[in-house]
């Protein structure tokens, strides 16, 4: 048999091997993680356990997991998960409240995140309760797939929160490998100007977790026009909704998952509790030259 005959012989023998290796039962295949032209996102709507953190991050590990396994690149959370969404409930002591701020990096709760990210290969967006000094933010954070922080953004829209947090100031992007993503969260939608400044800095694409307003009457519409405004997609991410919005302000995915964003303790597992891994392969449309990403 000549050389080439061999050469043949064993390309055609390791294809097979492929094949059956692929076959093998109990092996499932995740999706792809990126086509190239495309990024995979994963959206974890998950209900809130008020003040809760131990039981709010035991729930969301395996849906992350979940996220990853089937190929998501990037995963976000709802708006402050960790904690519940404290603030909206102005009686729980002060102090009971501002015991629930995570230390940004260093908090208990932040290094599981940042390992998890880590293990898993995914970049992360996690919402919490932010403390700084003796400050207290609305606060995402974002952490690359080596563990480490890329950045965090502080919600800049308070409302009824003032009276308990100080807002961000900054709209600030953040490199990927498939563009800058820019992070604003819940009520920062409402405003134009906000929305803008991600585009203005450079995002390519924005992802909202969030906790307020959701549904086709009080929430897309809004989501649509920023879209439309800034031609960008935009990735909402709510413990009852999930939503993507295109450049041209259509609806691109929405899924109503419930109508509540809050349970108890003793409603888990139970009717109320719905909560599901969602996706979405994001196109991409780079709009700048990433390496001058702000962060």
């Known amino acids: 048999m000549t050389m080439t005959g061999k050469n043949y012989q064993t390309?055609?023998?390791?294809?097979?091997?492929?094949?059956?290796?692929?076959?093998?039962?109990?092996?499932?295949?995740?999706?792809?993680r990126s086509d190239g032209s495309t990024v995979r996102v994963a959206g974890i709507v998950l209900?809130?356990?008020?003040?809760?953190?131990?039981?709010?991050?035991?729930?969301?590990?395996?849906?992350?997991?979940e996220a990853a396994r089937q190929g998501a690149r990037i995963v976000c959370?709802?708006?402050?998960?960790?904690?519940?969404?404290?603030?909206?409930?102005?009686?729980?002591p002060l102090e009971e409240y501002r015991a629930l701020g995570e230390t940004v990096p260093g908090g208990v709760y932040?290094?599981?995140?940042?390992?998890?990210?880590?293990?898993?290969?995914?970049?992360?967006?996690?919402?919490m309760l932010e403390a700084d000094g003796i400050d207290r933010y609305n606060t995402a954070i974002f952490v690359g797939p080596d563990g480490e922080l890329i950045g965090k953004y502080r919600k800049q829209k308070l409302g009824h929160e003032k009276v308990r947090n100080r807002s961000g100031s900054e709209s600030s992007v953040f490199r990927t490998p498939w563009g800058r993503v820019g992070i604003m969260?819940?009520?920062?939608?409402?405003?134009?100007?906000?929305?803008?400044?991600?585009?203005?800095?450079?995002?390519?694409?924005?992802?909202?977790?969030?906790?307020?307003?959701?549904?086709?009457?009080?929430?897309?519409?809004?989501?649509?026009?920023r879209s439309k405004e800034?031609?960008?997609?935009?990735?909402?991410?709510?413990p009852a909704e999930f939503l993507v919005t295109g450049p041209q302000g259509m609806i691109e995915s929405r899924t109503i998952l419930g109508d509540r964003l809050l349970i108890s303790t003793q409603q888990q597992r139970k009717k109320e509790d719905l909560n599901r891994v969602f996706y979405y392969n994001l196109p991409l449309m780079k709009t700048s030259d990433s390496r001058d990403a702000h962060k």
């Open 47 to 65: 209900k809130w356990l008020r003040t809760n953190k131990a039981e709010n991050y035991r729930r969301l590990e395996p849906m992350v997991r």
């Open 11 to 32: 390309r055609l023998i390791f294809g097979l091997l492929i094949m059956l290796s692929g076959a093998l039962p109990g092996k499932a295949m995740a999706e792809p």
């Open 230 to 238: 800034n031609q960008r997609y935009i990735v909402f991410v709510h």
């Open 110 to 127: 932040y290094e599981k995140l940042s390992r998890l990210a880590k293990e898993l290969d995914i970049y992360l967006i996690a919402g």
């Open 77 to 92: 959370t709802t708006e402050c998960f960790l904690d519940g969404y404290a603030i909206a409930d102005k009686e729980i």
């Open 185 to 225: 969260i819940c009520a920062d939608r409402t405003e134009k100007r906000i929305v803008q400044r991600f585009c203005d800095n450079g995002a390519d694409f924005l992802i909202c977790p969030s906790g307020g307003m959701y549904g086709p009457e009080r929430n897309d519409p809004i989501l649509q026009a």
